[in-house]
């Protein structure tokens, strides 16, 4: 399966019965929800929902959150009972990511450099009902051309219960749009967040060498400008010294 990218309808494109990926850019910025936040980190656990419904149970649901859905982002049901629709994914990730550059090298090869991407922004993905969570981070990663590994990366589902807001890791294998489905088009009832893998340490060892060296790169430009900022405060301070004492002085 290959992606390419167009930028024609404003929509992401993710469809298990085409060879191809569609991206095209279409952002906003996510309503942060209220209350208290709590990771659970148990995917089996917080699994409650039904994992298989009839045809025509899904036909039902599809009607019921066509009504409800307020953006105009509806799904669809295909003869052959696979449906497609569309999910929100907030971009959450705190490390630079390594992406593939425009310009060719030495021998042809496209360069890569290092940067962060705003966090707080959603992409709204198209996909299938057949589509899995390693399928849609491949996806989000190819629309930015992203060349990092995409076992660094782990989609998490946030959901309501209770007046409390829990955040789940999703497994490689779940489908988002029928988490989507059955939750309804609320996104405070259910929302699709992409972040690091949560190890409790990063593993060096998972990046390049080019991707060590563009984070040497960052820290070697953050080490210089916190030093910029230190000379010009103390630069500051003596100037202030200076004139204090020369008004003590009094004119010579």
Known sequence: MTWNSTMSSGYSSLEEDSEEYFFTARTSFFRKPSGKVTVNKDVEKERELRTEFSREEIRQKI????MLTKDHLKMTLNPTGVYTGF???????????????GQRGAGGARGEEAFYLPRGVINTLHISSSNTVRQVIVALLGKFTVADNPAKYALYKRYR???????CKLADGEQPLFLRLVAGPEDDTLSFVLREQQTGEVMWDAFSIPELRNFLRILDKEEDEQK??????????????LEAQREVRGPS
Do not use: F, H
């Open 63 to 66: 009607e019921q959150y066509n």
């Open 87 to 101: 999910i929100k994914v907030q971009m959450d990730l705190r490390r630079p990511v390594t992406v593939r550059g």
């Open 161 to 167: 219960r209770e007046e409390q807001v829990y955040v």
């Open 228 to 241: 910029e900022a230190v000379i010009r405060r103390y630069q500051a301070y003596r100037q202030r010294l």
